[in-house]
């Protein structure tokens, strides 16, 4: 158990992390904008924030934290995969919970509450894609 578990948090999850804290400033301002000051959809301001994290996220990914060069294709349809499977998992399992734990509030807060949470989901799931999956060496 100790091995697995320090197989997750070592030196590849601090760089993977510090990669998601750019990712986190420039995709949360975008989805926060688009779906309070645009009022767009919670899905079109999730999923833009979504593209272009991913784009950041990919190039940094692959260079800094997994340390990959070159151009691999099967590398970028797998981050693609990836990335879209977590992103619908995340963002579809945090709108219904939410709008259930939070019944009693209005959709304005339902809505910024699910994208807070599909954040959270969706770094876990995602982590756990790039680096046994999408980044894997083996």
């Known amino acids: 158990m100790r091995r697995i578990i320090s197989s997750f948090f070592d030196a590849t ?19 926060f904008f688009c779906f309070n000051i645009l009022a767009w959809s919670y899905w079109i301001s999730s999923a833009l924030n979504y593209m272009v994290g991913s784009i950041v ?34 963002y579809g399992l945090a709108k219904p919970f939410v709008a259930w734990l939070l019944s009693g509030v209005t959709t304005n807060i339902q ?9 959270v989901l969706f770094v876990g799931f995602n982590y756990i ?8 060496t083996r």
């Open 57 to 90: 996220s990919y190039l940094l990914n692959k260079r800094y934290t997994f340390q990959q060069k070159g151009h691999d294709w099967h590398t970028v349809w797998k981050f693609i995969v990836n990335v879209s499977v977590c992103y619908v998992l995340a």
């Open 129 to 136: 894609g790039q680096r046994f999956w999408a980044f894997s």
């Open 111 to 119: 809505g910024n509450a699910a994208l807070f949470v599909g954040m």
């Open 13 to 31: 999850f601090l760089k993977f992390m510090l990669v998601g804290v750019v990712n986190t400033l420039v995709g949360t301002a975008i989805m």
